[in-house]
C-alpha cells in the first residue's frame, strides 16, 4: 500500500523546489559574473545585475513561505530542522548572490582600463565556488550528511587560490604603481569569491544540522566549545 502524503509534505516539497531555483540561479550568477570579467563582456555584467531583483523575491518568497509552515503547522523535529535550516539557507543563497551582483559591479569598472592580466586562479575560484553551491544543495536536497561534510572541506582550497590572487597582485601594485587601481578590484573579486564560498559552507553546516541534528559550526562538538578559552584563561593572558 503507498505511503499516504499529507498536505503539509506537498507544502514542505514547494520550499525544497523554491531553495533549488533559487540555488540554481545563484550559480548561474556566479559563472555569468566571472565570465563577463574574463571575457571582458559588459552586457554580461549587466545580466547580473538586472537578475538580483530575482533572487531578493525568492528570498523573499521562502522566508515568507517558512515562516508560515511554522506558524500554521507547528512543525516538530526533523520537519522543523527541515524548515528553519532553508531559512538560513534562503540567507545564504541571497549574499551569495549580492556577492555575484559585487563581482559584476567591479567588471563594470575593470572594463574602463586595459586588461591587467589574463585571469587564471580567479575562474578557479569561480568553478570552486559554483561546484560547493551545486554539491551542498544536492547534499540538502537527498539529505546526504557526507557530501555536506566534504563541501566545507573544499572551502580551504578556495582560500589558496585567493591568497595566491592576493600576493601575485600585490606584486604588481609593487613594481608598477599605475596597476594599483585594477589590482584592488581584483583582489575584491577574489575576496568575494572566497566569500561566496564561506556562504557554500554555512549551508553545508546547515545540512548537518539538518540530517544529524549535530552542530559543527563554530567546532561545536557534542555540546563542546573546542579551541575557545575562559573568561579566567583570558585574564591570564
Do not use: W
Request: with cysteine; hydrophobic share 40%; glycine share 4%.
Amino acid at each position: 500500500m503507498s505511503k499516504i502524503e499529507r498536505p503539509f509534505d506537498e507544502e514542505l516539497k514547494t520550499l525544497k523546489e523554491k531553495l533549488l531555483e533559487m540555488a540554481a540561479r545563484a550559480e548561474e550568477q556566479i559563472g555569468l559574473a566571472v565570465r563577463g570579467l574574463k571575457d571582458r563582456k559588459e552586457e554580461m555584467a549587466c545580466e547580473v545585475l538586472e537578475n538580483e531583483k530575482i533572487m531578493n523575491r525568492l528570498d523573499i518568497e521562502i522566508d515568507e513561505m517558512a515562516m508560515r509552515l511554522l506558524a500554521l503547522r507547528q512543525p516538530m523535529a526533523t520537519d522543523l530542522r527541515f524548515i528553519t535550516s532553508a531559512m538560513k539557507i534562503g540567507s545564504d543563497l541571497e549574499r551569495i548572490g549580492d556577492l555575484a551582483v559585487n563581482i559584476a559591479e567591479r567588471t563594470l569598472e575593470l572594463l574602463k582600463f586595459p586588461e591587467l592580466k589574463p585571469l587564471i586562479d580567479i575562474p578557479r575560484m569561480a568553478a570552486l565556488a559554483q561546484e560547493m553551491v551545486r554539491d551542498v544543495l544536492n547534499a540538502f536536497v537527498n539529505g546526504d550528511a557526507d557530501l555536506a561534510q566534504n563541501v566545507c572541506k573544499r572551502d580551504d582550497q578556495v582560500d589558496q587560490l585567493n591568497n595566491q590572487v592576493f600576493r601575485e597582485l600585490l606584486t604588481y601594485m609593487i613594481e608598477d604603481p599605475t596597476t594599483i587601481h585594477r589590482a584592488v578590484d581584483l583582489i575584491l573579486v577574489g575576496r568575494h569569491l572566497e566569500r561566496i564560498a564561506d556562504h557554500a559552507t554555512n549551508i553545508g553546516e546547515d545540512v548537518i544540522y539538518m540530517v544529524k541534528g549535530r552542530t559543527i559550526k563554530h567546532h561545536v562538538e557534542e555540546g563542546r566549545l573546542t579551541g575557545l578559552k575562559s573568561c579566567s584563561e583570558r585574564e591570564s593572558d
